[in-house]
């Protein structure tokens, strides 16, 4: 279902809503304009070449133009130049500067987290979003930060460590990182009562995993290192997910497994 999404929409669709951006009026213009125009110049031709009454080259011209245009030659080249029609808008977001997803396993102790926010406001980087899980050994805190264009990846590290932080990582993401995990959930819930068949599909987009089709992997027991996630899966048995150099949480495979119950029961419903 994935790869036939992707096919269909040219890999443009929002990440979040699974919607193509809303074409920009010039380029809507311009891509309604070469529909239009090689049919028009082709059928005035033809008529005056022919040369038939005025009433009739009239009532050709409009009857023909208006329902090729409408049912053919219009569908047929949006189609053709969506890639075009729907490029993402380049424009930076105003005021959010360089945006990082950071996680980082802390002390489950009163101000560790107030040490780290404070090292990262040494950087002016801004906390625009937190999400905590609960470890065996602390908790694991992902964040989405803004910065200065000029911090790079080794000095946001660099910050964690002295704060603290242990087994830091962080990476580049978009403004699609802010959206409210809570809602992300319910919008992949409903997908998955939808059709069943999108629950690996779902699991990977909550967790920022990959979907594992190594038999061997599937077959193999659980590595130590937790980077690796088996659900049940109402079809073939398992599904596996990895992650690499980022163990699952409790929190996370709690949250998987509720996914894969969601899908077991929209299938005995059907």
Known sequence: MEPLRTALTG????????RLPHPRRLRLTVAKLLAIFPVEFALHAIVLALHPSYLIAVSALVVVTTALVIWVIEPSTMRLLRSWLHAPRTRPSAGLGALWRIRVTLDDRTGALERLTHHLTDLDANILGLH?????????????VSTPDRIDADSLLTAIEAAGGRDPDAWPTTTLALVDGQTKALSLSARVVGDPGELPHAVAELLGARLVTDH???????????????????????????????PFTPAESARAHRLAELAELALTRR
Do not use: M, N
């Open 11 to 18: 890999g443009l669709a929002c990440d979040v809503c699974g």
């Open 132 to 144: 905590i899980h609960p470890l065996d050994d602390g908790v694991r805190d992902e964040l989405v």
């Open 216 to 246: 061997v992997t599937l077959a193999a027991p659980l590595p130590a290192d937790g980077t690796v996630l088996k659900i049940p899966s109402p079809w073939t048995g398992l599904f596996a997910f990895t992650r690499a150099g980022e």
